[in-house]
DNA sequence: TTGAAAGCGCTAACAT
DNA sequence: ATGTTAGCGCTTTCAA
């Protein structure tokens, strides 16, 4: 594999430039004086050299790395992955590496990473919390003075940023439309309560179904993990009941596409047999036949706002913290059908 | 945001249990000599006082950040997204932090990465380059001693290990099953040349037509960038010539459900108007009406080799580099129909 | 305008 | 079994 290069310390630098090392930071780094000629000297010689700032050495001396950690639950889902693509850009301007670390969405394992990460003095953290109330790590972080965004998710005991959306809005909006297509028995398909958007989007489904005196049945709500094969068994659960739910909502798009994928294998067909809505919008949401309809995020907006937020935090501005709600929006196309009582 | 706290130093901790910055070291790391109580002690007053090894000291001292970068050129493709799940889930084994950097399938832009992250002292890379010629910066990083593992895209000149699949035979599979349907117009939409896959694709394609004496028209095939909204305006392009192909490959699923999108919206219907196959296989590829043929690659197996093959390189295995190369399926399902010759 | 020197937190060779 | 000390590469105060 070729042989080790030695690498290029400041002080091979300093001296190839025949200057001390304070200089040639300087002339580096541009602060402080240093004569023209000299920094054009030290220039020339790091260039000569292939010099590479030792960032971590750099990092020791000021006591932080220019990296942000980004703690979600999972990078496979497209609303997360969106959001990762669009951090990293904001972040990359401001010459910061983002580092993405997944809990699972497990907690403990949540809190392993903060552990680790806390360790490498890493500058801020942007965080979809796998918990609502179990944040002890969080509190810690912000109460040792490391930024911390909210994203997706927040932590309402937690003093610190947070860009969330309507959940509880955009699912009973998403109910709403359900009922008034005439629907009464109506499935939800949601993750663990213990995550913040489940619960609120569980809010959003309750209060609408008691908006129009309809009583919750626990048997039409299904909880499992939010991967496209836990939801296709998680569907396949809810609709083998003996008296199954007429429509179904669910709560995000992996589960939207494991339902679609469950109602099709159980040779129910969408709208005809079960009406369909999810929460957040996907790619081939207008391919399927019928297009489906959802409560759509403005997920453009998520990512850029919570970096700006942190950037905001690492520059060192000390306003309250800041908690945006973003509206969500019902995107009507053709997978509810109206059903007429029996 | 609270009162920052003061950072637990090693030097504190020794204070506390009454012993030496050493000592307290090897109780903590657990090597060399300490007495059994001494060693109690110095966890009892680390546990007290909360403290946290600073890994960037650790990572100066020793040389190296427990940090491996993933560098590659867009974290919302599927494809990418569940290597890097896999890759993460892999490393988090050995304590090793996963930092996903995208180039953004840009090869200044990769380069400018490598720069700033071989700064950071990273301990190795795991890539899938944007481009299979201009590499320079891999070529360094390799004989500068760090390991770095390819991922998807090989580099013919590069000594390094590799984990690629078979995208000469998966797209020549394809292509001649769309022959041998009937079909002779085929149309290609592929992502540029310059990367590795893309190119070896277009090399199957190529030689199923060859073999079959068809001789290949440019005006078939569709260049575009790897995002859905790309792959519909080209799709789109494609299919308004006035001799428009019968059947269509596409490179990956970003592409595929850009091109489903758009024939939908050309009101061309799948596989009445025109057949079509994907490479890379994708969640809703079977939800569709009609199912997607497509040419599956191993997916669950590539992230945990190229892992495996980087721990080794990183344990200073020193064996010359290997480069596998898994096979591809044709998954046959049903779009692509029978073409009788006009 | 430049240089000398201290020190960030940690590890490890060496001394005791 | 434990302590002393040097030094990883860099920045920055202080002195010249």
């Known amino acids: ?9 400041l002080k091979d630098v300093a001296a ?23 920094a054009l000297r030290v220039q020339e010689a790091a ?19 220019p990296i942000i950690g980004f703690v979600l639950g999972d990078i496979q889902n497209p609303f997360f992955a969106r ?4 951090l990293e850009g904001e972040l990359r301007k401001r010459r910061h590496n983002l580092l993405i670390a997944s809990s ?15 360790g490498l003095s890493i500058r801020g953290f942007i965080v979809a919390p796998t918990s609502a109330d179990d944040n002890a790590h969080l509190e810690e ?24 959306v309507d959940n509880e809005g955009g699912a009973r909006q998403a109910v709403d439309y359900l009922i008034n297509s005439g629907h009464r028995r109506i499935g939800l398909l949601q993750d663990e309560t213990r995550i913040f958007t489940s619960q609120e989007r569980l809010a959003g489904y309750r209060n609408a179904l008691e908006a129009h005196g309809i009583e919750l049945e626990n048997s039409l709500i299904s909880v499992s993990p939010s991967t496209v094969e836990h939801a296709i068994e998680a569907t396949i659960r809810l609709f083998s009941q003996r008296k199954p739910p007429t429509a179904l909502f669910t709560v995000d798009s ?13 040779g129910l067909s969408v709208p005809k047999d079960v009406s369909l809505i999810g929460f957040d919008d996907f790619n081939l949401a207008t391919f399927t036949d019928p297009q489906i309809t959802v409560v759509a995020q403005p997920i453009a907006e998520i990512g850029p706002l919570a970096a700006q937020m942190l950037i905001d935090r690492l520059s060192g501005k000390k306003d309250p913290p800041r908690n945006v709600r973003f509206p969500t929006r019902l995107i009507i196309r053709g997978s509810v059908s109206r059903r007429v009582e029996v």
């Not at 596409?257 to 099709?264: E, F, K, M, V």
């Open 141 to 164: 972080t912000v109460r040792e003075g490391v930024p911390v965004v909210l994203i997706d998710r927040a932590v309402k005991s937690l003093e610190c940023d947070s860009v969330v």
């Open 254 to 266: 992996l589960m939207t596409q494991g339902a679609l994928l469950a109602l099709r294998s159980m």
């Open 1 to 9: 594999m070729g042989l080790k290069r030695p690498v290029v310390t």
């Open 104 to 118: 699972e969405e497990d907690t403990a394992q949540e809190k392993a990473l903060f552990e680790s990460l806390r």
């Open 83 to 86: 959001i990762a693509h669009d």
């Open 16 to 38: 190839e430039a025949r200057v001390s090392r304070a200089t040639a930071a300087r002339a580096l780094n541009s602060y402080g004086y240093v004569g023209d000629e000299t």
């Open 47 to 65: 260039e000569r050299l292939g010099y590479r700032g030792n960032r971590v050495a750099q990092a020791l001396r000021r006591g932080q790395l």
